[in-house]
């Protein structure tokens, strides 16, 4: 219970300080008058929120599909088709607020298809190690187009692109709040419904079958859920990375195992890491903004570091 | 007992894996009733852990002749939770990806008691500690896995096995890499599960003689195929084990069972010094 509340506080605080801080300086008794934080800080707050929630949640269903809890949503390829959905949007100037996310979503989908479809050798299952191996090469092949793409694009273009594929939550707005919040749940139940036996894959397939698991509508339900979320955030904020590897794994040496509590975990754990994480990339060079990306991972790659120096030494796994 | 319907029934299943040239099994049965420890014995590669697969109803395609059925139930047509709470299987691999303590570990075998979004209730609390005195590792509940002994581990997988409260344990090779106490401890253990708790075992092995001491019925399997079946007395004959393994052996008697001592190969002898 003190677990939860600590989490609880931690999300509060992250909230409170996204609201109050800022580049523009908003006095305490106007916050709530204030059109900046109406409209432009609280609505960014709750996309960080619901986004890093998403990444979190994303992550640790994956890590326990993949059977590798040092798998980020991002390492299975989908990244690189919303970015090259992205970046295609923008080298054809494509007009409207929705263009670009949509075209992420769209490409991030397209990805997840030819994983998926590539996920499936020799049969009718899907093996994880093969979905690891088809979501990096995915992942490469949209990537080398993005770059080509970008390469011949106008200076302002590139730069556009460029930013957008570090991630970044300066597009929010209610409407994409609404959008999400009518959009995550239906993920996020089919991943909560599947915490249980997610439990027993740990334990590899078989044995999940033997202790009563459908381990192959299991494994579908669990990938397609997961990149559901990991596409949706994708769409409205870019590639933010780390988020959905390290959050987990923070969650685990807390929580423990037991995916009933770590997803919950996991979707606090990641909306308070992305919520601060914004704030510091909205402040830290105000008035210009850092990708909430560059923070991320100037964050998480030394605790992967670490991380995979704790994993890989043997012993006590975690 | 041999008028009560078969738990387990796998009738004349011949089964081939896609793209293999050989059957993997044929024309091979199997009856398993309550109160019953039956031993499948045979040489590597033989066609044992097929045979299960078979008969849990886990093969893909399914076999393409015989019939594979658990409690009068084609053992493809039972759903896999369904199944679980009638059958516990001690695998001969698996993975701890994350580390775990043992009351945990066990606890996961409720899963098939378990509703969807219903927590863990006193019963099933009840039934891993019940398992984990059977398997006499009530003292190991709060240990981790990883800092398990090879034999303490095996007890505790049956024991998760037994949290599933079947009626059917199959065992697959669960003394492999265990010393002499250990499998010995672990052969009483599954006897005693049969005769006090009137549990079924089918328990793959490649103990011969332990098997032929604590098993009522023996299934040796060859090439896929069943070379012998029946009591170990009847099937433990010199002609057979020597055949099925390719190898010279005695058999003596010891306390009623026939127990088999492989031979020194023919050599030529050696030099008077």
Same mark, same amino acid.
């Given at each position: 219970m003190r677990r939860?509340?600590?989490? *609880? &506080?931690?999300?509060?605080? !992250?909230?409170?300080? +996204?609201?109050?801080? &800022?580049p523009a300086h908003v006095a305490l008794g106007d916050l709530t008058s204030s059109e900046i934080v109406r409209s432009l800080r609280v609505p960014r707050a709750l996309l960080a929120l619901l986004v890093g929630g998403s990444l979190g949640v994303a992550g640790a269903s994956l890590q326990a599909l993949v059977r590798n809890p040092l798998a980020d949503p991002f390492l299975l390829g989908l990244s690189g088709g919303a970015g090259l959905g992205a970046v295609l949007a923008i080298a054809l100037h494509v007009a409207g607020p929705w263009a670009l996310p949509l075209a992420a979503f769209v490409g991030a989908l397209g990805a997840m298809a030819l994983v998926y479809r590539l996920g499936l050798v020799g049969g009718a299952q899907l093996d994880p190690r093969v979905l690891l191996l088809a979501g990096v090469a995915v992942g490469a092949f949209t990537g080398a187009i993005t770059t080509a793409i970008v390469s011949l694009a106008e200076a302002a273009d590139l730069r556009n692109?460029?930013?957008?594929?570090?991630?970044?939550?300066?597009? *929010?707005?209610?409407?994409? /709040?609404? /959008?999400?919040v009518v959009y995550i749940p239906v993920p996020l139940v089919v991943l909560y419904a599947a915490a249980r036996p997610l439990d027993l894959l740990a334990l590899g397939e078989e044995p999940a079958t033997h202790l009563g698991a459908d381990v192959e509508p299991l494994k579908r339900r669990v990938y397609l859920a997961a990149?559901?979320?990991? !596409?949706? *955030? /994708? +769409?409205?904020?870019?590639?933010? @990375?780390? /988020? @959905?590897?390290?959050?987990?794994?923070?969650?685990?040496?807390?929580?423990?195992?037991?995916h009933r509590t770590l997803l919950p975990a996991a979707f606090l754990g990641g909306g308070a890491l992305l919520l601060f994480a914004d704030t510091v990339a909205r402040v830290s060079v105000a008035p210009r903004e850092l990708p909430v990306g560059i923070v991320t991972a100037l964050?998480?790659?030394p605790l992967f570091a670490v991380l995979l120096r704790r994993w890989m030494g043997g012993g006590p796994r975690g | 007992m041999s008028t009560a319907a078969p738990l387990?029934?796998?009738?004349?299943?011949?089964?081939r894996y896609p793209g293999a040239s050989n059957d993997a099994l044929r024309d091979v049965s199997l009856e398993i009733r309550a109160g019953e420890f039956h031993a499948v014995l045979?040489?590597? @590669?033989? &066609?044992?852990?097929?045979?299960?697969?078979? +008969?849990?109803?886990? *093969? +893909?395609?399914?076999?393409?002749t015989g019939t594979a059925e658990i409690a009068g139930r084609a053992a493809a047509a039972w759903s896999r939770r369904d199944l679980a709470r009638i059958v516990g299987v001690v695998a001969q691999r698996e993975d701890n990806l994350f580390p775990q303590r043992v009351r945990e570990t066990v606890l996961l075998g409720r899963y098939p008691h378990l509703s969807l979004w219903g927590a863990e209730r006193p019963v099933d609390r009840e039934a891993v500690t019940r398992a984990l005195e059977r398997c006499d590792a009530l003292g190991l509940a709060d240990r981790w896995i990883w800092t398990l002994s090879g034999g303490e581990y095996q007890r505790v997988r049956l024991a998760r096995a037994l949290a599933q409260e079947p009626t059917l344990l199959v065992l697959d090779e669960p003394t492999a890499s265990l010393d002499v106490r250990h499998e010995m401890e672990l052969f009483e253990l599954a006897r005693g599960l049969v005769d006090a708790g009137g549990l079924a075992v089918l328990m793959i092995t490649h103990h011969v003689n332990l098997a032929a001491r604590f098993a009522d019925r023996?299934?040796?399997l060859a090439d896929g195929q069943t070379a012998a079946q029946g009591t170990p007395r009847t099937v433990l004959t010199r002609e057979t084990v020597e055949r099925v393994f390719a190898w010279p052996v005695a058999i003596e008697p010891f306390d009623g069972h026939p127990q088999m001592i492989p031979l020194r190969q023919l050599r030529q002898p050696r030099e008077p010094a």
């Open positions: 939860w509340l600590g989490l *609880a &506080g931690l999300v509060a605080l !992250a909230l409170v300080s +996204a609201v109050v801080l &800022g692109a460029f930013l957008w594929l570090w991630g970044g939550l300066s597009g *929010a707005s209610w409407d994409t /709040v609404l /959008v999400m990149s559901m979320l990991t !596409a949706a *955030a /994708v +769409a409205v904020s870019g590639v933010i @990375g780390f /988020v @959905g590897l390290i959050v987990p794994h923070i969650t685990r040496l807390v929580w423990g195992h037991h964050v998480g790659v | 387990l029934s796998v009738q004349r299943v011949t089964y045979g040489p590597n @590669g033989s &066609g044992k852990t097929t045979l299960i697969r078979v +008969a849990l109803g886990l *093969a +893909a395609p399914p076999p393409s023996v299934l040796l």
